[in-house]
């Protein structure tokens, strides 16, 4: 089956540091990857995405490159701010006959960011 | 563009009692809505899939009789748990997906359940 698996948290960094978060995923098919980010108390929000291998996804300072020699979707910023304290989803997405469009989600990664 | 609602935010019920939770997608028609549930610190769980105007999909382990999932119309989609217990306390997120979204599905705010 289909599975993502995260590194464990929680992460503390002080603010301007470098940020790694690893995600490494399993897929019987050729899947599109996503980081999503969920605030306290609040829903879940796109970070970015790829659909295709090699392809890089952006937003707001943090990056991720589909590595399918790999299988990974490790998240990356170079200089972290208080503000970007969250938990960290990766996920995958596998359209197969039937499906609706399910995303698998990892365990999530606790990221917390000290002044 | 691309907002899902949920309401209630929050509700506190006791136990024996059911409890709607209604999920919106307020700028745009979603055929397709999804409803997880979330324990504390941990991920994702998705409960059931909804199709606008058939029976829903749920996944194993899921008791449909319990988790009541209504999609009747394009923007609306209602989750009702039933004779709610204790152990049903959790966050409760729905999303949805556009109908030729098929790689992006927006998520609401979540509905945190507190049954006493």
């Known amino acids: 089956g289909n599975s993502v698996t995260q590194m464990e948290g929680p992460v503390t960094l002080s603010e301007e540091a470098f940020l790694t978060i690893n995600c490494t995923y399993t897929a019987t098919g050729y899947p599109s990857l996503f980081w999503y980010v969920q605030y306290p108390g609040e829903g879940l929000q796109l970070l970015l995405k790829?659909?295709?291998?090699?392809d890089k996804g952006s937003n707001k300072g943090f990056e991720a490159t589909y590595r399918k020699e790999t299988t990974s979707f490790h998240l990356e910023k170079g200089s972290v701010q208080v503000s970007d304290s969250a938990v960290y989803f990766c996920a995958l997405l596998l359209i197969s006959s039937g499906s609706a469009r399910q995303l698998t989600f990892g365990s999530g990664t606790q990221l917390t960011v000290l002044p | 563009g691309a907002v899902v609602s949920q309401h209630p935010s929050r509700v506190i019920c006791k136990s024996g009692t059911s409890v709607k939770i209604e999920c919106r997608s307020l700028d745009f028609q979603a055929t397709t809505m999804f409803w997880y549930r979330q324990f504390p610190k941990q991920s994702l769980m998705l409960m059931a899939t909804s199709n606008e105007g058939s029976k829903a999909t749920y996944e194993q382990g899921v008791e449909k009789d319990k988790f009541l999932i209504n999609h009747a119309s394009l923007t609306l989609s209602t989750l009702t748990v039933t004779s709610a217990h204790p152990e049903d306390s959790s966050f409760y997120i729905c999303?949805?997906?556009?109908?030729?979204?098929?790689?992006?599905?927006?998520f609401g705010p979540g509905t945190r359940l507190t049954v006493t």
């Open positions: 999303s949805a997906a556009q109908p030729l979204g098929i790689y992006e599905q927006y």
């Open positions: 790829a659909t295709k291998a090699d």
